[in-house]
């Protein structure tokens, strides 16, 4: 699989998946344009906001299966076209309801990249670089959310609300052209690869022992993320834009901390015993910013950067891991199982942490937040003896081909 179109699908999968990215992780920058556009309550945004993430999860298996059966092109085209129609509809929304109707299919629809994409590198990548690959996918998801949280409010300045929203729908329709152009089904390999066949991804319990840990470590991700603003601004006196500012420094760490990651568990070959190391390194910097959250900054921000940084590294491997468990085939399905069961995680997580803090203390919801990775660490477990046992039975099928292949 050295073809080097391989970085050309990577990149209009990535491009696809950060345009939807955009919007997704990119909307609340639209908050107070759309409480001054439609006179919301607080709730009332948060429901806007929410909309988007209900579409995402009610369609995200559909689309994977779909991508399954019938290729990446056709469903990363019509979703992401279907995206930028639903975005261009939202942009004249005349009410309330027509806004979280509008908001409501964009996610529904914006979901095919999620699937198409990741299966897409699946396919291109030979497994030495495909935990670099999908890191690199991956990164394209906080760098979409960063760079359309600094760019609608501006545009918002320039263009009002609708000017916002047409641009988000540009974005998208950007990435079905090019997804129509450019997208290829991956050729086939040099000789099939030898592998163990794979219960469907519904039923197969190791993904959703996958996505269980995957939903603890996500719960850390999105609290980190959700909260470190408030964080600094609230209880360390840091201006808003400094706050702020600190947000998009994690996400940009981040996203760069994502291809780091994806290419060391390239060289080690393994995918589920570097996650667990993530997890115990993310359970211990947590629980070091908890004994440091009412400590001297030049302490704190540090383990505070380090700890939100840590806990954005591990994404790309799990989906790596789904993808390989159930195989070529089914890795649409097993990507966007995988990504239903985070977005459950991800939902719930910030209203918890962010109830636990009014209840308690900062201090006390860090130090509760670092028991997230140690259970995923400890749901993980099993799953490192599956790896070793599908690799070391994939080593076996393949030296009882070379023999044969010698002879011919």
């Known amino acids: 699989m050295s073809s080097r179109y391989r970085w050309v699908i990577l990149g209009v999968g990535a491009g696809g998946a950060g345009?939807?990215?955009?919007?997704?992780m990119g909307l609340p920058a639209l908050g107070p344009a759309l409480r001054?556009?439609?006179?919301?309550?607080?709730?009332?945004?948060?429901?806007?906001?929410?909309?988007?993430?209900?579409?995402?999860?009610?369609?995200?298996v559909?689309?994977?299966?779909?991508?399954?059966?019938?290729?990446?092109?056709?469903?990363?085209?019509v979703g992401l076209a279907g995206t930028a129609?639903?975005?261009?509809?939202?942009?004249?929304?005349?009410?309330?309801?027509?806004?979280?109707?509008?908001?409501?299919?964009?996610?529904?629809?914006?979901?095919?990249?999620?699937?198409?994409?990741?299966?897409?590198?699946?396919?291109?990548?030979?497994?030495?670089?495909?935990?670099?690959?999908?890191?690199?996918?991956?990164?394209?998801?906080?760098?979409?959310?960063?760079?359309?949280?600094?760019?609608?409010?501006?545009?918002?300045d320039v263009g009002g609300l609708r000017g916002a929203f047409l641009t988000l729908a540009g974005l998208c329709l950007t990435g079905a052209v090019a997804a129509a152009l450019f997208m290829r089904d991956a050729p086939p390999p040099d000789r099939p690869l030898p592998?163990?066949?794979?219960?469907?991804?519904?039923?197969?319990?190791?993904?959703?022992?996958?996505?269980?840990?995957?939903a603890l470590l996500v719960a850390a991700q999105a609290a980190m993320l959700g909260f470190i603003v408030l964080f600094l601004h609230d209880a360390r006196g840091l201006s808003a834009a400094a706050a702020a500012a600190a947000l998009a420094g994690v996400q940009l760490i981040g996203a760069g901390a994502r291809i780091v990651a994806g290419r060391r568990s390239d060289l080690e070959g393994l995918r589920i015993a570097p996650m667990r190391r993530m997890a115990g390194r993310n359970a211990a910097l947590l629980a070091l910013t908890a004994a440091l959250a009412g400590g001297p900054g030049a302490l704190l921000y540090p383990a505070l950067l380090c700890a939100a940084v840590s806990t954005m590294t591990w994404n790309g491997l799990a989906f790596?891991?789904?993808?390989?468990?159930s195989g070529r085939a089914r890795a649409g399905t097993a990507m966007s199982l995988q990504n239903t069961i985070l977005a459950v995680g991800g939902a719930l997580a910030p209203s918890a942490f962010g109830a636990l803090v009014q209840a308690t203390s900062w201090t006390s919801a860090f130090a509760v937040l670092a028991a997230a990775p140690v259970a995923a660490a400890l749901v993980l477990r099993p799953l490192v003896h599956d790896e070793d046992a599908r690799i070391a039975e994939r080593e076996r099928r393949l030296s009882e081909l070379r023999p044969l292949e010698a002879s011919s």
Request: charged fraction near 10%; avoid cysteine; glycine fraction near 14%.
């Open 19 to 24: 345009a939807f990215s955009a919007l997704r």
């Open 62 to 77: 559909p689309w994977g299966m779909l991508t399954d059966r019938v290729g990446e092109r056709p469903v990363m085209t």
């Open 85 to 156: 129609l639903a975005l261009g509809a939202t942009a004249y929304a005349s009410g309330y309801a027509m806004l979280l109707l509008g908001l409501l299919v964009a996610g529904m629809l914006g979901s095919s990249s999620t699937g198409a994409s990741g299966r897409a590198v699946m396919g291109w990548f030979a497994r030495t670089e495909r935990g670099l690959a999908l890191g690199i996918r991956q990164m394209a998801l906080p760098l979409g959310g960063a760079a359309a949280s600094l760019a609608l409010p501006h545009l918002v």
């Open 36 to 60: 001054s556009a439609y006179g919301l309550s607080l709730p009332q945004v948060g429901l806007a906001f929410t909309a988007v993430a209900i579409g995402v999860m009610v369609t995200l």
């Open 320 to 325: 790596t891991a789904a993808a390989e468990i």
């Open 195 to 214: 592998t163990v066949p794979a219960p469907p991804p519904m039923r197969d319990r190791r993904l959703w022992r996958l996505g269980a840990a995957g």
